[in-house]
């Protein structure tokens, strides 16, 4: 299902203080896609993706899904919207005093799923997230991913067009971020379901999104192609997050004398494993020498960094840069960090 | 002079069969009123259900103000009342009017503290799935705070122990009376000891039982 948010505004007032949490947000999410909010904790994230459910009703703007303008519903038609709308949040939020089976159970009560075929049902969805043996467990006893494999059971129970996901990953470690990453990609590409995923991990949004809108201060100031706004991120802090990521360190102490050129170097896509060094070295009268450099991978496409350092006459340093300009997807110069500090972008 | 034996023989059984009525009427009372005021005190409060805030203050002011009254005025207060009820005004039924009085309003506190206590993001997770109230409150509310209305449960038993004693003033017996009535009005220390001792054994097995109760229920 498409959803579509328009000019969406969320007020609260505490304490006789208004807190603009969301201003003016407008997002299309296409069926199917894997949409991801980033952005600093506090910029308005939770409160954006818990207004799709209305779990946050804003203050004013549209709410479409699927076609439908969800705004103004209440009671029981709400209800049937948000049947169709599964969530999974950043601490599980499962019921403690039920057992795994009752948990995902409950999803199918609320839909009043025929009571005969509830048994078969959820043991279908526990095979489907690999706790076939975890029925009769209460949620103390499972470990951090599990309980949110348990969570993403009870939000696929009635087949729905949306997956929310607040911070699903953020309380997990490495390795179950991992798995539910797997899983999330699994549930995509079986049925086509419009995931919207919130996070501040870049690793995540990496792995994940095919597209993100990056938010800040309750305003969305980029959305782009996952690739396209790790490999050109425009906005400030885009470019901050993304560098988290793509980080390359200026060694320690490094001085550059009059005949150098520090230089950062980002190609994408095939270009990335032409051997694009001996070139230099071979057809330039300069010297190269490699500082730091890694490949990450977006969507399965590479993007490496390089930093490296020419040295020889001005002139041909300046051919050489040339040369490489013609050949990368972006080049830049790059002068010594004082204190060997990080580079930004 | 009897000895303290006799005493205990004569009284001791129909005391306790009163403090049982008394504990039992007004226990069965907070329940069910109890409950539901506790209940609707947390939903007319809580943001995620249906905030009402006159509501609210209305049956916030009401349960405070019985629970301002001592215990001891309340039981004379509501004398015409318990007339009207049950038609008396001495025994243990008539003094269980009072006693439900107070225990109600208590309890409904310490339910409304009870469902506080449960986790919002569970019950958000709830509303997001479509459910509606009463599956809810049922399989949610009531399953997550079950640990808390247990010892919730458990205090107003005990508490109600203590306030029998001074349902001895209308009439209404009971072991706190007997305790009373024999151990401090006639001398009779040995009757003082022995309801006393029987009071701690009670308060100490309903803790007892509350407790382990409350630890069945809780699967963290």
């Known amino acids: 299902m498409v959803i579509v948010l328009d000019k969406v505004n969320v007020i609260f007032k505490q304490k006789g203080r208004k807190m603009h949490a969301v201003k003016e947000a407008s997002i299309t999410v296409g069926k199917g896609e894997i949409f991801g909010i980033v952005g600093p904790s506090g910029a308005g994230k939770s409160t954006l993706v818990r207004v799709i459910n209305l779990l946050q009703p804003p203050a004013s703007g549209q709410v479409m899904v699927g ?10 038609a709400l209800r049937n919207v948000r049947l169709k709308i599964g969530m999974i949040f950043q601490h599980f939020n499962l019921i403690s005093g039920a057992t795994v089976y009752n948990n995902i159970a409950f999803a ?10 509830i048994r078969a049902r959820v043991l279908e969805l526990l095979k489907q997230v690999n706790l076939s043996d975890k029925a009769q467990v209460y949620p103390a006893n499972l470990s951090g991913g599990q309980k949110q494999r348990v969570a993403i059971a009870r939000a696929l129970a009635n087949d729905p067009e949306i997956l929310l996901c607040d911070e699903a990953t953020s309380a997990l470690d490495l390795e179950n971020t991992e ?29 994940l999104f095919d597209r993100i809108a990056v938010m800040a201060e309750g305003e969305i100031v980029e959305v782009g192609d996952t690739y396209q706004i790790f490999t050109e991120p425009q906005h ?15 060694p320690e102490h490094l001085e550059l004398k009059g005949q150098e050129e520090m230089l950062k170097i980002t190609y994408t896509g095939e270009r990335a494993y032409e051997p694009l060094i001996s070139k230099v070295s071979k057809e330039f009268d300069v010297l190269v020498d490699i500082l730091h450099g890694k490949i990450e991978y977006i969507q399965g496409k590479p993007l490496g960094i390089l930093l490296i350092k020419l040295s020889g006459e001005a002139a041909e340093i300046a051919r050489a840069r040339d040369y490489i300009s013609g050949q990368v997807f972006k080049i830049e110069r790059i002068s010594a960090a004082k204190e060997g500090g990080e580079l930004n972008g | 002079m009897d000895s303290t034996w ?4 004569l009284e001791l059984p129909s005391a306790i069969w009163e403090t049982l009525i008394m504990i039992g009427i007004s226990l069965a009372a ?4 109890g409950l539901l005021i506790g209940l609707i005190l947390y939903l007319s409060s809580s943001p995620l259900f249906f905030p009402r805030r006159t509501l609210n203050a209305v049956m916030g002011v009401l349960v405070n103000v019985i629970r301002s009254v001592p215990f001891v005025i309340l039981l004379v207060l509501l004398i015409p009342l318990t007339k009207l009820i049950v038609n008396t005004t001495i025994g243990p039924v008539a003094a269980s009017v009072p006693l439900a009085f107070a225990s109600v309003a208590f309890f409904a506190r310490l339910v409304e503290g009870a469902f506080s206590e449960v986790d919002k993001g569970v019950l958000e997770a709830a509303i997001a799935t479509g459910a509606g109230l009463g599956l809810i409150l049922r399989k949610v509310l009531f399953v997550e705070a079950m640990p808390g209305l247990i010892r919730a449960t458990t205090v107003t038993v005990i508490s109600l122990i203590g306030y029998s004693a001074m349902a001895g003033l209308v009439g209404g017996g009971g072991i706190g009376d007997l305790a009373i009535q024999y151990g401090y009005y006639r001398y009779e220390t040995g009757v003082m000891i022995a309801t006393v001792l029987l009071l701690i054994v009670i308060v100490q097995g309903a803790q007892f039982v509350g407790d382990w109760c409350a630890r069945v229920f809780t699967r963290k």
């Open chain 1, 236 to 250: 400030p802090l885009t470019q901050s997050l993304v560098s988290r990521v793509l980080n390359i360190e200026v």
């Open chain 2, 6 to 9: 006799d005493i205990l023989q």
């Open chain 2, 30 to 33: 907070s329940l069910v009123f």
């Open chain 1, 67 to 76: 076609g439908q303008d969800i705004t103004r519903f209440k009671g029981a």
């Open chain 1, 108 to 117: 199918l009560k609320a839909n009043n799923y025929p009571k005969e075929k």
């Open chain 1, 179 to 207: 798995e539910i990453i797997r899983i999330l990609r699994r549930i995509n590409r079986d049925n086509p379901i419009t995931i919207v995923f919130i996070t501040h991990e870049m690793d995540v949004a990496r792995k």
